[in-house]
């Protein structure tokens, strides 16, 4: 059963932007630190930013600038806007939901930078 349903990936040349969208029923969203993870091939899952419910947002080093992750808490859904896109960038990036100890993941969605 996914409960977390990522939208938004695709190709983009190197200087590029996209917008990925994370919907998730109220029941996990309410109240959940929301973040976006990516992870490129062969590479381990890196944190890229996360958005407490009350809007504190925290941002891995090498998006800051670059990405803004926001949250519509009426529509229990989180965004991650992302400009200035690299070809490091490319991964399948991963919605997370984290509610205490647990964490619930969506499936991803494949963002390729490439000219």
């Known amino acids: 059963q996914v409960q977390l349903v990522e939208s938004g990936g695709g190709l983009v040349q190197p200087g590029g932007f996209l917008r990925l969208s994370c919907a998730a029923p109220?029941?996990?969203?309410?109240?959940?630190?929301m973040g976006w993870y990516r992870q490129a091939t062969g590479k381990q899952r890196e944190l890229v930013a996360t958005?407490?419910?009350?809007?504190?947002?925290n941002y891995a080093d090498s998006v800051k600038g670059r990405f803004a992750i926001s949250r519509d808490n009426a529509e229990n859904t989180v965004y991650l806007q992302m400009t200035s896109l690299k070809p490091e960038d490319t991964a399948v990036y991963y919605c997370?939901?984290?509610?205490?100890?647990?964490?619930?993941w969506g499936r991803g969605t494949q963002v390729t930078v490439s000219p």
């Open positions: 997370n939901a984290r509610r205490g100890n647990v964490d619930i």
């Open positions: 109220e029941s996990i969203f309410e109240g959940a630190a």
């Open positions: 958005i407490t419910h009350s809007g504190n947002r």
